[in-house]
């Protein structure tokens, strides 16, 4: 019986691996420049985490979430997103102190039960930071400027950075209100879905695919119409550091986000390389409620997440090539020729690995000329043959991939030139 992932799920090896590596390693690295320190939290919650910070009516809590019982009838949810843990866990531990805003960042797997689609998973990987406790615009700013230096250092050339605010709750509720009248005469026209949002959830009817509802939707008025001056003035702060710090945006007065937890702020960056719903690299905004809703201090925050996979994927279709092939350090592939050399060629390993040099050797006899050949399309730079020859006179035959050249050195008095060929 041969058995397949499950349907949303995907294994991952070889160039892959190497293309999280470098996204998590770069992540990871930029992070720490910014100071944000990592937090880790389960990977399932109460399922009142989510349904609460995510919202009762958002398609994410209807429709897409891995819920189960555990063994005593409690509910629990695979997460969904990280923000929600987040914060639960800041307030359970009280980490907000006196010094904030308190940077974090964490990374994992995310299980949406979705559709399963080319950059749309089941479960998937983000890697996302959390800003808690500041409301200036500069905090929304920085964290803006994390994201487009992150996709900037990955590679990317052509992404977009879509930015709008949502308002706050008095401008969104007058918002609702225009928006609410200009839907009702189309109401006979809109999908299901969409006459289903209208009063519940209605800024999410910005999100529908369905291509007469974007019809309707594109003369619908905009929120930035019922933004009030204080709203107004936020936006345009955080575009007057945008513009200092030499940042490109697009002022997409569409975006929604399908989040209840959002306020003010939200961003998204964009490909525009990609065709289909799943353009969207990463994304995130302001979330100034949330803390005081799970029963935490008043506290303002601000975030933002993107997709491993999305991230991978699109890496891969524009051939954006990973620095380490470019550069290609070097990486070394010993060829024992017989297993009556072993101890001489786990000597050398020792040393190689000792001064941090990539090396492997083939654990199976084979034919020299193959293994040379093997080496090459694996992409080492150099083998290293370890022969009758070399065993008897205590040499290295070192072989340079890259042009063919060959030179043998004293595997006893030159190990220091050994180390300058090869690093
Ligand atoms: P999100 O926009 O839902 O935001 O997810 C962030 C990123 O995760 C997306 O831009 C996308 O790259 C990736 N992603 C989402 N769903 C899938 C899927 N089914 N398959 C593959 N990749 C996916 C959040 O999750 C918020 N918690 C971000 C945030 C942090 N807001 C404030 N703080």
Same mark, same amino acid.
Request: glycine content about 6%.
């Given at each position: 019986?041969?058995?397949?992932?499950?349907?949303?799920?995907?294994?991952?090896?070889?160039?892959?691996?190497?293309?999280?590596?470098?996204?998590?390693?770069?992540?990871?690295?930029?992070?720490?420049?910014?100071?944000?320190?990592?937090?880790?939290?389960?990977?399932?919650?109460?399922?009142?985490?989510?349904?609460?910070?995510?919202?009762?009516?958002?398609?994410?809590?209807?429709?897409?979430?891995?819920?189960?019982?555990?063994?005593?009838?409690?509910?629990?949810?695979?997460?969904?997103?990280?923000?929600?843990?987040?914060?639960?866990?800041?307030?359970?531990?009280?980490?907000?102190?006196?010094?904030?805003?308190?940077?974090?960042?964490?990374?994992?797997?995310?299980?949406?039960?979705?559709?399963?689609?080319?950059?749309?998973?089941?479960?998937?990987?983000?890697?996302?930071?959390?800003?808690?406790?500041?409301?200036?615009?500069?905090?929304?700013?920085?964290?803006?400027?994390?994201?487009?230096?992150?996709?900037?250092?990955?590679?990317?050339?052509?992404?977009?950075?879509?930015?709008?605010?949502?308002?706050?709750?008095?401008?969104?509720?007058?918002?609702?209100?225009?928006?609410?009248?200009?839907?009702?005469?189309?109401?006979?026209?809109?999908?299901?879905?969409?006459?289903?949002?209208?009063?519940?959830?209605?800024?999410?009817?910005?999100?529908?695919?369905?291509?007469?509802?974007?019809?309707?939707?594109?003369?619908?008025?905009?929120?930035?119409?019922?933004?009030?001056?204080?709203?107004?003035?936020?936006?345009?702060?955080?575009?007057?550091?945008?513009?200092?710090?030499?940042?490109?945006?697009?002022?997409?007065?569409?975006?929604?986000?399908?989040?209840?937890?959002?306020?003010?702020?939200?961003?998204?960056?964009?490909?525009?390389?990609?065709?289909?719903?799943?353009?969207?690299?990463?994304?995130?905004?302001?979330?100034?409620?949330?803390?005081?809703?799970?029963?935490?201090?008043?506290?303002?925050?601000?975030?933002?997440?993107?997709? !491993?996979?999305? +991230?991978?994927?699109? *890496? =891969?279709? %524009? @051939?954006?090539?990973?620095?380490?092939?470019?550069?290609?350090?070097?990486?070394?592939?010993?060829?024992?020729?017989?297993?009556?050399?072993?101890?001489?060629?786990?000597?050398?390993?020792?040393?190689?690995?000792?001064?941090?040099? !990539?090396?492997? +050797?083939?654990?199976? *006899? =084979?034919? %020299? @000329?193959?293994?040379?050949?093997?080496?090459?399309?694996?992409?080492?730079?150099?083998?290293?043959?370890?022969?009758?020859?070399?065993?008897?006179?205590?040499?290295?035959?070192?072989?340079?991939?890259?042009?063919?050249?060959?030179?043998?050195?004293?595997?006893?008095?030159?190990?220091?030139?050994?180390?300058?060929?090869?690093?």
């Amino acid at each position: 019986m041969i058995y397949n992932s499950p349907r949303g799920t995907t294994d991952y090896y070889g160039k892959d691996i190497k293309y999280i590596e470098f996204i998590l390693n770069t992540a990871r690295e930029m992070f720490k420049i910014y100071n944000y320190e990592e937090i880790v939290t389960p990977h399932f919650e109460y399922t009142e985490v989510f349904a609460r910070a995510v919202g009762e009516n958002s398609e994410i809590v209807q429709k897409e979430m891995f819920t189960f019982q555990d063994k005593k009838g409690r509910s629990l949810t695979l997460r969904p997103e990280g923000t929600a843990s987040v914060v639960r866990a800041v307030i359970e531990h009280k980490l907000f102190g006196e010094n904030l805003p308190l940077k974090l960042f964490y990374a994992g797997s995310m299980f949406r039960y979705e559709r399963p689609q080319k950059g749309r998973m089941r479960e998937f990987s983000q890697i996302g930071v959390e800003a808690i406790g500041s409301d200036s615009p500069a905090m929304d700013a920085e964290i803006i400027w994390l994201l487009n230096s992150l996709f900037k250092n990955l590679g990317f050339k052509n992404l977009k950075l879509h930015i709008n605010s949502i308002g706050c709750p008095q401008c969104r509720k007058e918002y609702m209100n225009v928006l609410e009248k200009y839907l009702k005469p189309y109401e006979k026209d809109l999908c299901a879905d969409c006459l289903n949002r209208i009063g519940k959830n209605t800024l999410r009817v910005f999100d529908c695919k369905v291509e007469t509802c974007r019809k309707i939707l594109k003369n619908a008025p905009k929120i930035s119409g019922s933004l009030c001056e204080k709203c107004k003035k936020y936006l345009q702060d955080i575009f007057d550091i945008l513009k200092v710090l030499d940042i490109e945006y697009f002022h997409n007065e569409n975006l929604v986000r399908g989040f209840d937890y959002y306020t003010g702020t939200i961003f998204e960056i964009i490909s525009s390389d990609i065709e289909s719903a799943q353009n969207a690299l990463g994304g995130g905004g302001r979330y100034d409620d949330l803390m005081e809703e799970f029963g935490g201090p008043k506290i303002s925050s601000t975030g933002f997440a993107i997709g !491993i996979e999305r +991230t991978m994927l699109l *890496m =891969k279709d %524009l @051939g954006i090539i990973l620095p380490n092939f470019k550069n290609k350090t070097s990486k070394v592939y010993l060829i024992n020729m017989s297993s009556r050399f072993n101890e001489y060629l786990f000597g050398i390993l020792k040393f190689l690995r000792h001064n941090k040099i !990539i090396c492997d +050797t083939n654990f199976n *006899m =084979k034919n %020299l @000329g193959k293994e040379i050949k093997w080496a090459q399309t694996e992409g080492y730079s150099h083998v290293i043959i370890i022969g009758e020859n070399e065993v008897s006179n205590n040499l290295l035959t070192i072989k340079d991939l890259n042009n063919f050249t060959q030179m043998q050195l004293s595997w006893l008095n030159e190990k220091a030139k050994v180390l300058d060929l090869l690093k």
